[in-house]
């Protein structure tokens, strides 16, 4: 069944992405009564499908787990009629009025307004034993997992300000903390790489990389080799935090919407307005700052909120044209 222009359908608010930013996007817009249709994407419920459990979002007073928690904002969100089509989209253009949206399978769809929450993805080092012990102490995220691993000794690769960071978080949980840099140099900023050398716990290892694990069943001991002696040593450990960087899911939008170098989208600061009229970015996608499951369901608040002003302006414009 198709309408206008061979699409499936013309929705007020199409929502682009089902982590935290999406699905408080599409409660917002929900109960605005916008009727939003949201494409879950790749991964449905977003980088909280591949985390335990979550301490420090506020409300669950026990924590919760990553799924567990998408499956209530899920849950919430269709509560009040938000529409969730299981699929990725393959191609958008946002510059039209309305905007069009081909799904996956090819079909089209019209929005008057779109709302980004496509989030990013964190990047592994690629050795097989990263998801061996995939959350059995492999972490990409200091702030969300290094809680769990108080009074233990970590470790931590990356060395650009990411990774700063979340060796500064992890010094003040561990009594060791061991950073391993690929290089003889760090990429942070001056001064966050000033906090780290300053730092009497953490302890750097130049020219080292990590190229196994071992443990029984959860992490025990990170082996790391020199990459200019050859030279392979192991440091027990309990924790192995990866901070090299995140990759913003925003391939498809390029040509359309500004992003910085790296692949964030650019929003208006105070806002979630793209350059592109009706087109608003929330969470992950747009923040490569913060990345925290609170922030990021703030923005898609936001989103909604912009979403609904613009299509109210909209209106009104119409009424009295
Ligand atoms: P970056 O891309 O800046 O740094 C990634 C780091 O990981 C680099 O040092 C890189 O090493 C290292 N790395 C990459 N792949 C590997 C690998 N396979 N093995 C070992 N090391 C590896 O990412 P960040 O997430 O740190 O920062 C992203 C952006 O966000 C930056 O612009 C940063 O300034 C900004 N940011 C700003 C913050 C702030 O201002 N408070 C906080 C956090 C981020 P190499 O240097 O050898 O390439």
Same mark, same amino acid.
């Given at each position: 069944m198709s309408n206008e222009n061979g699409a499936i359908s013309h929705e007020k608010v199409i929502i682009v992405g089902s982590g935290p930013a999406g699905y408080t996007a599409a409660i917002y817009a929900a109960r605005a009564e916008l009727k939003p249709l949201m494409?879950?994407?790749?991964?449905?419920?977003g980088q909280l499908m591949i985390t335990t459990d979550v301490e420090n979002y506020p409300g669950y007073a026990q924590g919760i787990m990553g799924p567990q928690m998408m499956e209530d904002f899920r849950l919430q969100a269709e509560r009040f009629g938000t529409r969730i089509k299981y699929e990725t989209i393959a191609k958008v253009e946002l510059e039209s009025h309305p905007k069009k949206i081909w799904s996956e399978t090819g079909e089209?769809?019209?929005?008057?307004?779109?709302?980004?929450?496509?989030?990013?993805?964190a990047k592994w080092l690629g050795i097989d034993a990263e998801q061996r012990y995939a959350n059995r102490g492999v972490s990409a995220c200091a702030v969300c997992d290094g809680f769990f691993f108080r009074?233990?000794?970590v470790v931590i690769v990356g060395a650009g300000d990411t /990774? @700063?960071?979340?060796a500064l978080y992890l010094s003040k949980l561990s009594p060791t903390v061991h950073m391993l840099i690929r290089r003889d140099e760090m990429r942070a900023s001056k001064i966050m790489q000033n906090r780290v050398l300053n730092t009497p716990n953490i302890k750097m290892y130049w020219n080292t990389e990590a190229v196994d694990i071992s443990g029984e069943d959860k992490v025990r001991a990170v082996h790391v080799k020199n990459n200019q002696t050859g030279e392979e040593t192991v440091i027990e450990a309990d924790a192995l935090f990866v901070a090299i960087g995140h990759k913003p899911n925003t391939d498809i939008f390029a040509g359309q919407l500004d992003m910085d170098e790296a692949g964030y989208l650019i929003?208006?600061?105070?806002?979630?307005?793209?350059n592109i009229d009706g087109v608003f970015a929330s969470g992950d996608a747009a923040d490569?700052?913060?990345?925290?499951?609170?922030? /990021? @369901?703030?923005t898609g608040c936001m989103a909604a909120l912009d979403a609904e002003r613009w299509?109210?302006?909209?209106e009104a414009e119409a009424v009295s044209a």
């Amino acid at each position: 069944m198709s309408n206008e222009n061979g699409a499936i359908s013309h929705e007020k608010v199409i929502i682009v992405g089902s982590g935290p930013a999406g699905y408080t996007a599409a409660i917002y817009a929900a109960r605005a009564e916008l009727k939003p249709l949201m494409f879950s994407g790749m991964q449905p419920g977003g980088q909280l499908m591949i985390t335990t459990d979550v301490e420090n979002y506020p409300g669950y007073a026990q924590g919760i787990m990553g799924p567990q928690m998408m499956e209530d904002f899920r849950l919430q969100a269709e509560r009040f009629g938000t529409r969730i089509k299981y699929e990725t989209i393959a191609k958008v253009e946002l510059e039209s009025h309305p905007k069009k949206i081909w799904s996956e399978t090819g079909e089209l769809y019209l929005a008057d307004t779109v709302i980004i929450s496509t989030g990013a993805t964190a990047k592994w080092l690629g050795i097989d034993a990263e998801q061996r012990y995939a959350n059995r102490g492999v972490s990409a995220c200091a702030v969300c997992d290094g809680f769990f691993f108080r009074g233990k000794e970590v470790v931590i690769v990356g060395a650009g300000d990411t /990774a @700063a960071e979340e060796a500064l978080y992890l010094s003040k949980l561990s009594p060791t903390v061991h950073m391993l840099i690929r290089r003889d140099e760090m990429r942070a900023s001056k001064i966050m790489q000033n906090r780290v050398l300053n730092t009497p716990n953490i302890k750097m290892y130049w020219n080292t990389e990590a190229v196994d694990i071992s443990g029984e069943d959860k992490v025990r001991a990170v082996h790391v080799k020199n990459n200019q002696t050859g030279e392979e040593t192991v440091i027990e450990a309990d924790a192995l935090f990866v901070a090299i960087g995140h990759k913003p899911n925003t391939d498809i939008f390029a040509g359309q919407l500004d992003m910085d170098e790296a692949g964030y989208l650019i929003v208006t600061p105070g806002s979630t307005y793209t350059n592109i009229d009706g087109v608003f970015a929330s969470g992950d996608a747009a923040d490569k700052h913060y990345r925290q499951a609170v922030t /990021a @369901a703030g923005t898609g608040c936001m989103a909604a909120l912009d979403a609904e002003r613009w299509l109210a302006a909209r209106e009104a414009e119409a009424v009295s044209a």
